[in-house]
């Protein structure tokens, strides 16, 4: 019975639709570096699979699918790239390093960790002026240093690196938060002011 190399490792198209992204990812991994040339390796050409009793040609649409999605989701988690040049251009890929480390043997959560780490770590930590401050009708509010985000920015910043569209922001907030600096009120979700922006990128 013809089968290919992922065949020979997941039997059957019923078990290979059951296996989720994080899961099957090492699987395509290993056996792209196994078929690697000097130019990269071609996502579909490393997943494909031959009609057999295990893949039945009703299914072979619902698989193909599902290894696509596969390697798009593999694609977007920073684990390969298109390769350079034309061959890029054609469909060929190639190994990030945190793609190659899962490939050698590395478990995806543990890159997936490394990654996060490395998100977090390359936002600086910044401190709102240093003196205690006040808006109108309000308190006067010690402040507060915040990992990578100025205290005042925080929603909107968040929404923003989500890719949310302002309509898609959270909804106002009735608590009033006041500028440190003019006083002026600040609205939940609203666009973010030129002098945050300048607090943000001190």
Same mark, same amino acid.
């Given at each position: 019975?013809?089968?290919?190399?992922?065949?020979?490792?997941?039997?059957?198209?019923?078990?290979?639709?059951? *296996? !989720?992204?994080? =899961?099957?990812?090492?699987?395509?991994?290993?056996?792209?570096?196994?078929?690697?040339?000097?130019?990269?390796?071609?996502?579909?050409?490393?997943?494909?699979?031959?009609?057999?009793?295990?893949?039945?040609?009703?299914?072979?649409?619902?698989?193909?699918?599902?290894?696509? =999605? #596969?390697?798009?989701?593999?694609?977007?988690?920073?684990?390969?790239?298109?390769?350079?040049?034309?061959?890029?251009?054609?469909?060929?890929?190639?190994?990030? !390093?945190? /793609?190659? #480390?899962?490939? +050698?043997?590395?478990?995806?959560?543990?890159?997936?960790?490394?990654?996060?780490?490395?998100?977090?770590?390359?936002?600086?930590?910044?401190?709102?002026?240093?003196?205690?401050?006040?808006?109108?009708?309000?308190?006067?509010?010690?402040?507060?240093?915040?990992? /990578?985000?100025?205290?005042?920015?925080?929603?909107?910043?968040?929404?923003?690196?989500? /890719?949310?569209?302002?309509?898609?922001? #959270? +909804?106002?907030?009735?608590?009033?938060?006041?500028?440190?600096?003019?006083?002026?009120?600040?609205?939940?979700?609203?666009?973010?002011?030129?002098? *945050?922006? =300048?607090?943000?990128?001190?």
């Amino acid at each position: 019975m013809q089968e290919s190399p992922l065949q020979r490792l997941i039997k059957r198209a019923e078990d290979l639709l059951q *296996v !989720p992204f994080e =899961r099957l990812a090492p699987i395509l991994l290993k056996l792209a570096s196994e078929q690697q040339q000097h130019a990269g390796f071609v996502p579909s050409a490393v997943s494909d699979v031959v009609v057999n009793d295990g893949y039945p040609g009703f299914k072979e649409g619902e698989v193909e699918t599902h290894l696509a =999605r #596969a390697w798009n989701w593999i694609e977007r988690k920073g684990l390969i790239e298109a390769s350079a040049g034309l061959n890029g251009r054609n469909g060929w890929r190639m190994f990030t !390093p945190d /793609g190659e #480390a899962i490939a +050698k043997g590395a478990s995806f959560e543990t890159i997936r960790a490394a990654q996060e780490s490395r998100e977090c770590s390359s936002i600086p930590t910044l401190s709102i002026s240093a003196k205690t401050y006040s808006g109108p009708g309000t308190t006067p509010r010690r402040p507060r240093e915040v990992s /990578g985000l100025c205290v005042i920015a925080f929603e909107p910043l968040q929404a923003m690196r989500k /890719g949310l569209k302002h309509s898609e922001r #959270a +909804k106002p907030s009735h608590q009033r938060r006041d500028c440190p600096e003019c006083g002026s009120e600040l609205q939940r979700g609203s666009p973010i002011p030129d002098y *945050v922006r =300048r607090h943000v990128s001190q």
